[in-house]
């Protein structure tokens, strides 16, 4: 525990002297400054009912474990909800939402950041999302005997808890009453290592985008924009993919295709260097947050959050970016209209639903703009392979749908 305690207060470190010129730094550093007294207050104002505390780090985190917060709230309506972020772009975000009683930030996992937090929330039971794994926060929670569960995880070969170093991380996996897992092939590593608290329910996100179809209200500009035309939408981009986008799409020479991008982070910086990079290739567009769209301009930018997954229901082919940074962002998103994916890199494999979508024929994973432009025109020319992704894709979500009902039914929540 030496070196891990280490590595977090160098990280605390690191955050606070990014802050100085990184607004998501900033926000994490704010809205940790004086927790103790802020969570005391708002847990107080509980009048002392029980707390149920449920973490999750990031925004897509949230949109998985969204679906089983609801459904506790609506079952176990004596529970007050606890909801934590490790991330400003989660708590930015659903900072306000009513699906729970308190949404905080998560203190830096050091063990008296730990012993206090679980000291004012008192919960009964905590709830992890897929990838949290703070070990001062876990150990603590064992150590006061507080039920812990670990929801819709999903375990590859190169984690740590299978590596020669990865000790104090298996361990950590023992302070779980119970593992959600994803697949069968995350049960047969977590037996090698002889751990055995798990149940195979597969994963919740699959609920949440279902959830998000089966309520789509349209986006009257969004609707306006696409007419009758085909659309690519490429969603959560990062400056690398928009290059490679712009790249193809000028190489598509196909008459009336659309084209929506709504970047990852849409800080304005990052929207001028998109317009700039637009500019330069001398396309037209029009900005989404001046609720205004240019004539004939067939390219529009999204620079605001939280209409990516109703934007896909307009999609006739979707780009998901984060391939050539940090990873695939949700690919399950635009797969629920019945629509192809495209994404690049050929590190997809660490993705459960990427690998599925390519071997339904309903997603591709390429590597340069020349494959983009060729993937595109297949999946837009192509009526009969559309048709056949549609119904691949229709018998995929049912069959995956309802992990949440399974999770519930075997959390002891009583």
């Known amino acids: ?35 103790r007294e802020h969570l005391t207050k708002k847990i107080s104002a509980l009048n002392a009912e029980p707390t149920l505390w449920v973490h999750c780090a990031s925004y897509g985190e949230f949109e998985q474990g969204r679906p089983l917060i609801e459904a506790i709230k609506k079952q176990y309506p004596r529970y007050k909800i606890v909801l934590s972020f490790f991330s400003p772009s989660g708590y930015e975000v659903f900072k306000d939402w009513s699906g729970a009683d308190v949404i905080c930030y998560l203190p830096l996992d050091t063990k008296t950041n730990a012993a206090d937090f679980i000291s004012i929330l008192k919960p009964k039971a905590s709830i992890f999302i897929k990838y949290e794994f703070w070990l001062n926060f876990l150990f603590e929670l064992q150590k006061q005997k ?53 149940e195979v329910c597969g994963d919740t996100r699959f609920d949440r985008v279902i959830e998000v179809k089966n309520s789509f209200v349209e986006l009257p500009l969004i609707k306006e924009f696409c007419g009758t035309s085909r659309v690519l939408v490429a969603g959560s981009t990062w400056p690398a993919d928009e290059e490679l986008l712009v790249e193809a799409y000028k190489n598509l020479n196909l008459f009336d295709v659309k084209f929506i991008i709504v970047p990852h982070d849409v800080e304005e910086k990052n929207i001028i260097k998109l317009s700039n990079l637009l500019a330069k290739n001398n ?34 082919v979707s780009y998901i970016g984060g391939g050539l940074n940090e990873g695939i962002h949700n690919c399950l998103e635009p797969a629920v209209y019945f629509k192809p994916v495209i994404f690049y890199g050929n590190d997809y494999h660490k993705f459960n639903e990427a690998t599925e979508l390519i071997a339904l024929k309903a997603a591709k994973n390429i590597s340069s703009a020349e494959e983009l432009t060729v993937e595109l025109k297949n999946y837009l020319n192509n009526t009969t392979a559309l048709n056949e992704i549609q119904s691949n894709l229709k018998l995929y979500f049912e069959k995956k749908s309802g992990t949440t009902k399974k999770v519930l039914e075997i959390l002891n929540l009583s």
Do not use: C, E
């Open 283 to 316: 396309f037209a567009f029009s900005l989404y947050s001046q609720q205004k769209l240019k004539n004939d301009a067939p390219i529009l930018i999204v620079d605001t959050i939280g209409v990516l997954s109703k934007i896909y229901h307009y999609a006739s």
């Open 1 to 35: 525990m030496f070196f891990y305690n280490l590595v977090i207060h160098l990280y605390g470190l690191v955050i606070k002297l990014a802050s100085l010129n990184k607004l998501k730094a900033k926000q994490w550093v704010n809205g940790r400054k004086d927790w």
């Open 146 to 198: 507080i039920p812990t569960y670990l929801v819709s995880a999903v375990f590859k070969p190169h984690h740590p808890f299978f590596k020669w170093y990865g000790g104090i991380f298996k361990r950590s996996l023992t302070s779980f009453d119970k593992l959600f897992i994803q697949d069968d092939a995350s049960g047969k590593l977590l037996k090698q290592i002889n751990i055995t608290k798990y």
